[in-house]
């Protein structure tokens, strides 16, 4: 699948702007647009990447609404790095933050993910369904970005959890909100304080993972579920704004358990710090990995 640098949606004309750390691909016949997750220098959450999303999604809206502007129905993220979807939050950065006790810059960071993966997780609030798709390795905040859509989609092998437990910390960026809704309290508790990393069979099998495909099958998989939701869009899309309504997980609820986060974050003790470099290390590893099989 081919993908570039920056949004083209013809017929409309677009700011100039290039993603550094995102991909774009319109599939005009199946009215799907795709985005890539490719963060540098290691497969995590930066700033970058952030910045990034913030201006697909306000490019992407603009190009919707423009009067002469292309028919969306469906929006995919996916990454463009073989074998990791998303490694989680820019722990080097938590670390220097926390030891400088800057309070201010770790609840924007948080803002900042919220402020993009919220809109993911209301369809930008226009006639969208998202869908994620998770081809490799997705942790702590890369988990939860997925969980912000709609539908998953997940290959068979996929390992996905949350390790912010292993540094005494806990993912605060709506992992507790989106497992809960898709699941129950007691559920997310329990996946969240294991620490543990599932693979895409069991969360499936637990019903996280909405939809399992063999490996090397994403993609087809995408619009396989494409073509069935096409057969019947406006029921289907009616029946999910409603449960949207009753499981309402709303912006304020989001930033209240990011303020708990960054209070929990300045508690952080010196053996936690030193975990979470061991985890940086691990980021790196994986970075190195997947810039070979490239």
Same mark, same amino acid.
């Given at each position: 699948?081919?993908?570039?640098?920056?949004?083209?949606?013809?017929?409309?004309?677009?700011?100039?702007?290039?993603?550094?750390?995102?991909?774009?691909?319109?599939?005009?016949?199946?009215?799907?647009?795709?985005?890539? &997750?490719?963060?540098?220098?290691?497969?995590?959450?930066?700033?970058?990447?952030?910045?990034?999303?913030?201006?697909?999604?306000?490019?992407?809206?603009?190009?919707?609404?423009?009067?002469?502007?292309?028919?969306?129905?469906? &929006?995919?993220?996916?990454?463009?790095?073989?074998?990791?979807?998303?490694?989680?939050?820019?722990?080097?950065?938590?670390?220097?933050?926390?030891?400088?006790?800057?309070?201010?810059? &770790?609840?924007?960071?948080?803002?900042?993910?919220?402020?993009?993966?919220?809109?993911?997780?209301?369809?930008?609030?226009?006639?969208?369904?998202?869908?994620?798709?998770?081809?490799?390795?997705?942790?702590?905040?890369?988990?939860?970005?997925?969980?912000?859509?709609? =539908?998953?989609?997940?290959?068979?092998?996929?390992?996905?959890?949350?390790?912010?437990?292993?540094?005494?910390?806990?993912?605060?960026?709506?992992?507790?909100?989106?497992?809960?809704?898709?699941?129950?309290?007691?559920?997310?508790?329990?996946?969240?304080?294991?620490?543990?990393?599932?693979?895409?069979?069991?969360?499936?099998?637990?019903?996280?993972?909405?939809?399992?495909?063999?490996?090397?099958?994403?993609?087809?998989?995408?619009?396989?579920?494409?073509?069935?939701?096409?057969?019947?869009?406006?029921?289907?899309?009616?029946?999910?704004?409603?449960?949207?309504?009753?499981?309402?997980?709303?912006?304020?609820?989001?930033?209240?358990?990011?303020? =708990?986060?960054?209070?929990?974050?300045?508690?952080?003790?010196?053996?936690?710090?030193?975990?979470?470099?061991?985890?940086?290390?691990?980021?790196?590893?994986?970075?190195?990995?997947?810039?070979?099989?490239?």
């Amino acid at each position: 699948m081919t993908t570039m640098n920056a949004l083209q949606l013809p017929p409309v004309t677009l700011p100039k702007e290039k993603y550094s750390h995102l991909s774009t691909y319109f599939d005009e016949k199946y009215e799907t647009m795709w985005y890539y &997750l490719e963060p540098e220098p290691r497969p995590c959450v930066t700033k970058q990447l952030l910045e990034d999303l913030k201006l697909f999604h306000h490019d992407l809206g603009y190009a919707m609404d423009h009067p002469d502007g292309p028919s969306v129905k469906y &929006l995919v993220l996916g990454s463009g790095i073989p074998g990791v979807f998303n490694l989680g939050g820019d722990l080097e950065l938590f670390q220097q933050l926390i030891e400088t006790r800057n309070r201010e810059a &770790l609840f924007e960071y948080g803002k900042a993910c919220i402020d993009t993966m919220y809109p993911h997780h209301i369809e930008l609030e226009r006639d969208l369904t998202t869908i994620t798709l998770i081809q490799g390795d997705a942790l702590g905040g890369g988990l939860e970005a997925a969980l912000s859509s709609s =539908i998953i989609i997940a290959e068979k092998g996929t390992k996905m959890g949350f390790p912010e437990i292993m540094f005494n910390l806990f993912p605060g960026m709506g992992a507790f909100s989106f497992v809960s809704r898709k699941l129950n309290a007691k559920m997310a508790e329990k996946i969240i304080l294991s620490g543990k990393l599932y693979l895409a069979e069991e969360l499936h099998e637990m019903g996280l993972v909405d939809i399992l495909t063999e490996k090397g099958e994403g993609e087809r998989a995408v619009y396989d579920y494409i073509r069935k939701e096409n057969r019947a869009r406006n029921g289907t899309r009616a029946l999910r704004a409603a449960a949207r309504k009753v499981e309402h997980v709303s912006y304020e609820e989001l930033i209240d358990i990011v303020k =708990i986060w960054v209070d929990a974050a300045l508690k952080l003790e010196r053996k936690d710090l030193r975990m979470m470099q061991r985890l940086v290390s691990r980021q790196a590893k994986n970075a190195l990995k997947a810039s070979a099989a490239v």
